[in-house]
């Protein structure tokens, strides 16, 4: 059975940082691209990060250069640092299998996610 669990969230100033965590049970995470997704009050849950199979990452424009994207293939987790957070980031952060990048469809039910808000 698939599980993924996200943790790391929490309450940060404008310019800090977090380290987002997810736990992947059921599957191999090296084996798929897997994508960090966000989602704003009142918005649309939107793909902000991948890491592909290969190890290749892909950011999108409002977090390049701020947000990185990781794997641990040992525990069989992948992670987002996130530095220099605005206010923006704000959001429930999830992670999953990516199946489609433009329709974002996923793989797998959604885990609960991690609370980031970024406030001052």
């Known amino acids: 059975q698939v599980q993924l669990v996200e943790s790391g969230g929490g309450l940060v100033q404008p310019g800090g940082s977090l380290r987002l965590s997810c736990a992947a049970s059921g599957f191999t995470v090296s084996s798929r691209a897997m994508g960090w997704y966000r989602q704003a009050p009142g918005k649309q849950r939107v793909l902000v990060a991948i890491?592909?199979?290969?190890?290749?990452?892909e950011y999108a424009d409002s977090v390049k250069g701020r947000f990185t994207t990781s794997r641990d293939n040992a525990k069989n987790m992948v992670y987002l640092q996130t530095n220099s957070l605005k206010p923006e980031d704000t959001a429930v952060y999830y992670c999953?299998?990516?199946?489609?990048?433009?329709?974002?469809?996923?793989?797998?039910?959604w885990g609960q996610g991690t609370q980031v808000t970024v406030s001052s």
């Open positions: 999953n299998a990516v199946a489609s990048r433009t329709s974002g469809s996923v793989y797998f039910k």
């Open positions: 890491i592909a199979a290969g190890g290749d990452t």
